[in-house]
């Protein structure tokens, strides 16, 4: 058995549990486990079935692959409105590094510019 995974798995499984404000007990209870095995499951002695792991994530108001694996699927990704700029950050997702690196600092250079005059205002351009 994977050790590494069983130990995240416990770690998990027990700070969800706490979050939620449940004992050992009234987990095994809700779930259907029984509180023995959730107790293997925290000290990292044992990885449940698919079916107590489904029946654990639903008490706790978790994705079944957030508690087993720790992967966030609850969190969509962001989405941009402006059509064109999303064409636009998908091509320069294809660049090189270094290319990427310099459209970052153009962008966090107009926003700093944007930021500034904010706080002090826009600047009169007298010639």
Do not use: C, W
Not at 68 to 85: H, I, M, V, W
Not at 113 to 122: D, L, S
């Amino acid at each position: 058995m994977n050790r590494a995974l069983m130990r995240t798995f416990s770690e998990r499984l027990h700070r969800f549990r706490e979050d939620r404000g449940l004992s050992q007990r009234q987990l095994g209870l809700l779930s259907g486990v029984e509180p023995i095995q959730i107790s293997r499951y925290e000290r990292a002695a044992a990885l449940p079935a698919a079916d107590s792991l489904a029946e654990m994530a639903r008490v706790l108001q978790v994705p079944m692959e957030t508690l087993l694996l720790g992967k966030d699927t609850s969190q969509p990704e962001p989405q941009l409105r402006n059509a064109l700029l999303l064409d636009r950050l998908s091509e320069l997702d294809e660049l090189d590094r270094q290319d990427q690196e310099t459209v970052i600092s153009i962008i966090d250079a107009i926003i700093l510019r944007r930021n500034v005059q904010g706080i002090v205002g826009p600047q009169n351009k007298t010639a």
